[in-house]
């Protein structure tokens, strides 16, 4: 009688919600390969080479954040990383956006990333920092030793919640023993206009994008080990200001928002200065 109970439950839910049986495999499949979606990102040639073209083209909105945050990033190593003898781990360094302009700032740099290709653009951009393919929760010991620093762009937000954890709780071993920082961003603030325009994409064109919140990203550190020491905004306007004329009067804001804190819990992308406790 199970078998019998078993067979029509299978019945009654495929003739009444037809997508009933199709939505959860699909939910099933997340569940058990979601570790992996990240891992599959940028492994594409093609793909490496449109990031770099297009998302950091020389005028676009992602181009020009990072501008703004550069002084910021290297004002945070003055004030927290050892000036000698400073160890630094760029975690998912990409294509070395990042770690080729903290390289200079330590005495000794590691760059690592799960894809092959964009760590091949990273080890043309970059000149001193040791770059390695692979990934840290499966070979813990990819990049062994204890760090002054670990900076992590571009990724949070990027990956899944089950993933954030994982990654923060193995990092934040490297960190604990010397005292260090995470220099970490996460560039979709819910609390911004990009909250609007993502709205109008789903909305419209049935896009999905991710975004945390304030108050997620602070529960997201406590809960993996860190404390919040501070904390900064980039970015007022929509990136879509970015791509019109009135670019110009877009990084006018950008540039005068990003100076007043006032403006930072409205700001797109934030960055953290993080301990472990």
Not at 31 to 43: T, W
Not at 45 to 73: C, F, T
Not at 168 to 181: A, M, Y
Request: charged share 25%; proline share 4%.
């Amino acid at each position: 009688w199970v078998v019998r109970i078993i067979k029509w439950k299978f019945l009654l839910s495929s003739v009444l919600v037809p997508n009933v049986i199709e939505n959860t495999l699909d939910d099933l499949k997340e569940g058990i390969l979601k570790e992996d979606v990240y891992a599959a990102r940028f492994q594409n040639r093609e793909d490496v080479l449109h990031y770099e073209s297009v998302e950091y083209a020389p005028d676009s909105y992602a181009s020009y954040i990072w501008s703004l945050q550069q002084p910021k990033v290297a004002e945070l190593f003055k004030k927290y990383v050892p000036a000698t003898d400073a160890r630094l781990l760029d975690f998912a360094c990409g294509t070395g956006r990042v770690l080729s302009f903290v390289e200079n700032l330590v005495a000794h740099s590691d760059g690592l990333d799960i894809s092959p290709e964009m760590a091949e653009v990273a080890k043309q951009k970059c000149t001193k920092a040791n770059i390695t393919v692979g990934n840290i929760l499966t070979e813990p010991d990819i990049v062994p030793g204890d760090y002054d620093v670990v900076t992590m762009f571009r990724f949070l937000l990027n990956t899944e919640q089950e993933m954030r954890y994982q990654v923060l709780r193995e990092v934040r071993k490297r960190l604990v023993h010397k005292k260090g920082v995470l220099i970490a961003n996460i560039h979709g603030n819910t609390i911004s206009t990009r909250n609007a325009a993502l709205a109008y994409r789903r909305l419209v064109h049935g896009e999905s994008h991710s975004q945390l919140s304030r108050s997620q990203i602070f529960k997201m550190f406590e809960d993996t080990g860190y404390e919040v020491v501070e904390e900064y905004g980039f970015g007022l306007l929509p990136p879509l200001f970015y791509r019109t004329f009135l670019i110009g009067l877009a990084k006018s804001v950008d540039s005068w928002a990003s100076k007043l804190p006032l403006m930072t819990p409205v700001s797109i992308d934030l960055l953290y200065v993080c301990r472990p406790v």
